[in-house]
Structures are given as structure tokens and as C-alpha cells.
T-cell receptor, first 115, second 110 residues
Framework: EAGVAQSPRYKIIEKRQSVAFWCNPI?????LYWYQQILGQGPKLLIQ????????DSQLPKDRFSAERLKGVDSTLKIQPAKLEDSAVYLC?????????????FGEGSWLTVV | SQQGEEDPQALSIQEGENATMNCSYK?????LQWYRQNSGRGLVHLIL?????REKHSGRLRVTLDTSKKSSSLLITASRAADTASYFC??????????FGSGTKLNVKP
């Protein structure tokens, strides 16, 4: 079974530029998550999708971050314009569904450096 | 807040020793899970304990949950150098919402 795929793996941009990250979850997984992990910290939930609907985006900085999940499969996270404090690893994860007892499966992450 | 807090932040032990890390949280959970992250990689699920369970075992891992104290502990027995990683507890709520703490960084010296 293929895992969660993310791209690009690494990205360096200047502040005020834009960047987009792509995620393809495990086939059949209804729930998709985007987390931001700053160096030395734990993952912080940015947005959670159930199929193509948003379950939770309360911690997504909506003035600069946006995310969509087209047709309930893959997803794109965009940052525009980027700030220095956005330097982090952006982790995509997926889970089979909403029933309790699910675990989530993470991709390898997209490393963003804003200079 | 809904995420747990791990303690200690860092732990250094010798190979063969046991490693214990703790997680405290503030609001009632559906279940609690522990994940491991090797440097530069994504998180990997280790073990899940439901809110009506008190203890679970998986290989060299033992996890306990005390819902009255809102705390959990993860014990790794007979640690190996390959266990060197960061360990995170995830508190899980309705609708499969997962929140992660700041982690315990474990260093196992050969």
C-alpha cells in the first residue's frame, strides 16, 4: 500500500513570495490533515478535511494560508504571501474515516525555508 | 487547549535501560495515541489506548492511561540505539481530531 505522498520535499523562497504544497493521501482515506511543525515543536493542526468538506480550520491563518481538497482526494496548501515565521515542515496526514480508533498516517513532509 | 504536554522534554539513557515519558492533557478524550518521529521524517504510529482502557502492551512498549488524572505514560523497555527519536502523544477527540504535544526527545547511547 502506497503511503501519503507530498511534494515538493524542500522549498526555499523569499518573504512575500508564494508557495504551494501538494498531498496525495492513502487511497480510500476519507480524512486528510495538514499540520505545521516548527523546528523543536510538535505538529500544529492547520486544517482537517473529511472527504472534500472542512472539519476544522480554526488554526489556519486565513489571511495568508489557504487549502483545498479537490474531489475529496488530493489536497493543496498555499501560502501567500510568506513570512519568515512560516519556515517549518508542512506535514500531510490521512486517516480512513471518522470512526473512533483510527490512526493517522503521515507523509515525509515538505520543508519550507523563508528567507 | 486540547493538546497534551509531554514530560520530560529530553531524556538521555544508556542502551538496555528503560525510558519513561509522560503526557498530561486537560479535556476528556476519545483515545490517546503515541507516535514516533525520526529526525527529518514524518510521524509513525506506535500504540493507541482508548479512554476506557488502563494499560496496553505492544512488544517493548507499555502505555498506561489514567483518565482521572488526565495523564498517560509510555514505557520503552530494554531501549536500543535505534529507539533514538522524538516521541509525541496525540489526544484524539470527536470527528477524529488529533492534537499533538511538543514531544520528548529520547537519546539512547550505545
Amino acid at each position: 500500500e502506497a503511503g501519503v505522498a507530498q511534494s515538493p520535499r524542500y522549498k526555499i523562497i523569499e518573504k512575500r513570495q508564494s508557495v504551494a504544497f501538494w498531498c496525495n493521501p492513502i487511497s480510500g482515506h476519507a480524512t486528510l490533515y495538514w499540520y505545521q511543525q516548527i523546528l523543536g515543536q510538535g505538529p500544529k493542526l492547520l486544517i482537517q478535511f473529511q472527504n472534500n468538506g472542512v472539519v476544522d480550520d480554526s488554526q489556519l491563518p486565513k489571511d495568508r494560508f489557504s487549502a483545498e481538497r479537490l474531489k475529496g482526494v488530493d489536497s493543496t496548501l498555499k501560502i501567500q504571501p510568506a513570512k519568515l515565521e512560516d519556515s517549518a515542515v508542512y506535514l500531510c496526514a490521512s486517516s480512513p474515516g471518522r470512526s473512533s480508533g483510527n490512526t493517522i498516517y503521515f507523509g515525509e513532509g515538505s520543508w519550507l525555508t523563508v528567507v | 487547549s486540547q493538546q497534551g504536554e509531554e514530560d520530560p522534554q529530553a531524556l538521555s539513557i544508556q542502551e538496555g535501560e528503560n525510558a519513561t515519558m509522560n503526557c498530561s492533557y486537560k479535556t476528556s478524550i476519545n483515545n490517546l495515541q503515541w507516535y514516533r518521529q525520526n529526525s527529518g521524517r514524518g510521524l509513525v504510529h506506535l500504540i493507541l489506548i482508548r479512554s476506557n482502557e488502563r494499560e496496553k502492551h505492544s512488544g517493548r512498549l507499555r502505555v498506561t492511561l489514567d483518565t482521572s488524572k488526565k495523564s498517560s505514560s509510555l514505557l520503552i523497555t530494554a531501549s536500543r540505539a535505534a529507539d533514538t527519536a522524538s516521541y509525541f502523544c496525540a489526544t484524539v477527540y470527536n470527528f477524529n481530531k488529533f492534537y499533538f504535544g511538543s514531544g520528548t526527545k529520547l537519546n539512547v547511547k550505545p
